[in-house]
């Protein structure tokens, strides 16, 4: 009879170490970072096609195929930097660096991602593939030594971003505006230079040396950056909205209702990083601060109405 009691609990014990296994590999593609990649979509947002299910069909291919490449990458850097990680305070508890996910796991799946996402991304098109093709070989530059370059490091981290909106742009055969290439190059230079400040203050407050490339950065060089690329930001969303191209594109001069969600969210991170002293990394700024998801929710609600309900509404505005 106590055997049977053995037999009975060990199945949901047996559940339970599957489901941390499943969860482990997850944070090891970094599946929560996925979401870097609905970028791809945003050019059909601001084409007025959002609604179109042929070009849906062929972005969410993208997107997937971006996820499991990005994934690939991800699972490379972590492969390859597990001792540095292990001497940080929060990546030693990556699930490489920890052990959680061995080296004949992590290797397999890789590639895995990898080769997965090369082949999506010959399915989606060869323009789409040789923008993948770029992103991928470009990180990998990154992860063999061109994260150590300070400047160049937070340059390929922004590149990686415009290269998701070129692809969401190929991928939906709509164009892509060059202000909103400017525009998210700006915005990802400004999140990569909060990350780099957050890599600053983890240094010095464990007194390891967590990443080479932060010897070519100091506290006052990036709060600098940061103030001088949130101007620019702002005054490039400020001429976009004024553009006569944009305005004529959108058919309507009332996009400059839009930016008080940029600016507020812009200035909710500022202070975030320099009243509240949060050292978190942008991403997970994100993910928790309900002010900025807030901006994030209405700026596209707002631009929704315009581009999709400009008939309907607005006219006294």
């Known amino acids: 009879m106590g055997e049977n009691v053995k037999i009975t609990n060990s199945a949901p014990a ?90 004949g796991v992590a290797i397999p799946m890789m590639l895995f991602c990898m080769t997965g996402g090369m082949l999506l991304g010959w399915v989606c098109g060869l323009k789409f593939l040789l923008v993948l093709a770029l992103y991928l070989l470009l990180n990998i530059g990154y992860s063999f030594g061109l994260k150590n370059i300070p400047i160049l490091d937070i340059m390929v981290l922004a590149a990686g971003f415009v290269l998701r909106i070129k692809a969401g742009g190929v991928v939906a055969r709509v164009g892509i505006s060059q202000w909103l290439m400017i525009m998210v190059f700006l915005l990802a230079l400004f999140l990569a230079l909060g990350k780099r400040r957050d890599d600053i203050l983890v240094e010095a407050y464990s007194g390891n040396d967590v990443r080479p490339a932060i010897s070519g950065y100091n506290l006052d060089f990036l709060n600098t950056s940061l103030a001088v690329v949130s101007a620019v930001m702002i005054m490039a969303y400020i001429m976009y909205t004024l553009s006569p191209e944009i305005i004529q594109h959108i058919g309507t001069y009332r996009l400059y209702y839009t930016g008080i969600f940029v600016f507020a969210g812009i200035l909710r991170y500022l202070q975030l990083i320099y009243v509240n002293k949060d050292t978190r990394s942008p991403t997970r700024i994100l993910y928790k601060d309900h002010f900025i998801q807030l901006c994030i929710v209405f700026w596209s609600l707002s631009f929704y109405c315009l581009i999709y309900l400009k008939d309907l509404s607005f006219s006294s505005l």
């Open 14 to 103: 047996a559940s339970l170490s599957w489901l941390i296994y499943l969860r482990n590999l997850a944070m090891m593609v970094r599946a929560a970072h996925w979401a870097k990649n609905l970028f791809l979509f945003i050019p059909l947002f601001f084409a007025g096609k959002l609604f179109s299910a042929s070009e849906l069909f062929h972005v969410f291919w993208g997107v997937i195929a971006f996820s499991l490449t990005a994934s690939g990458i991800y699972v490379l850097n972590d492969i390859k930097d597990k001792e540095k990680d292990q001497l940080h305070p929060v990546k030693q508890h990556r699930v490489i660096a920890s052990g959680k996910i061995s080296m």
